[in-house]
């Protein structure tokens, strides 16, 4: 005997498979507030930590400049298309010179003079190497409050997703 799936139930389970094929795993953080201090960032737990014990933090956000307690890199590659870490070309943050570079169009934004507003590079990500070995992809969506243009800057929002320990 056949049995149908109602219509409801039908629309649940695709969702449900859907959010499966399509990256459940993916974090979206919205707003984290880098605009006046340092906002340090734990990938594996996706909250704000303190900065104090530098083992609990693999990002760090000021301003602009995003910091890594590990390596990371810059890709030229879209969020998606990006399903695992580089082999090679990580950096780590030595004094002066940042593992993700800064200024305008030189790691992940780009800055217009004419506006003077701040945009995230579109196909570029992020690819981050933790002190514990596991590797995150991270696309900055916004750097305005609410990503609404124009509002206060320094206001993050992304979206992040582990790849795994790499090879």
């Known amino acids: ?18 959010g499966m094929a399509y990256g459940q795993d993916i974090k ?11 906002a340090y ?5 996706g909250k704000e930590v303190p900065g104090t014990d530098a083992k609990s933090w693999d990002l760090s956000f000021q301003k602009t400049t995003i910091s ?11 969020f998606e298309g990006l399903s695992q870490p580089p082999t090679g070309g990580f950096k780590t943050d030595d004094g002066n010179n940042k593992a993700i570079p ?6 992940w934004y780009n ?3 004419e506006d003077h507003t701040i945009e995230p590079i579109a196909g570029r990500t992020i690819v981050v190497k933790t002190q514990k070995g596991k590797y995150y992809k991270l696309q900055v969506i916004s750097y305005n409050k609410d990503r609404q243009p124009h ?16 090879k």
């Open 151 to 166: 509002e206060p800057t320094g206001y993050y929002s992304f979206r992040y997703k582990e790849l795994g320990k790499g």
């Open 41 to 45: 960032f734990n990938l594996a737990t």
């Open 1 to 18: 005997m056949s049995k149908r799936l109602s219509t409801s139930a039908f629309i649940a389970l695709s969702f449900f498979i859907a």
């Open 102 to 107: 800064t200024g305008s169009g030189n790691g």
């Open 111 to 113: 800055y217009n003079i």
């Open 28 to 38: 979206n953080i919205e707003n984290l507030n880098a605009s006046q201090s340092i």
């Open 68 to 78: 890594v307690n590990g390596s990371a890199q810059v890709v030229s590659l879209a």
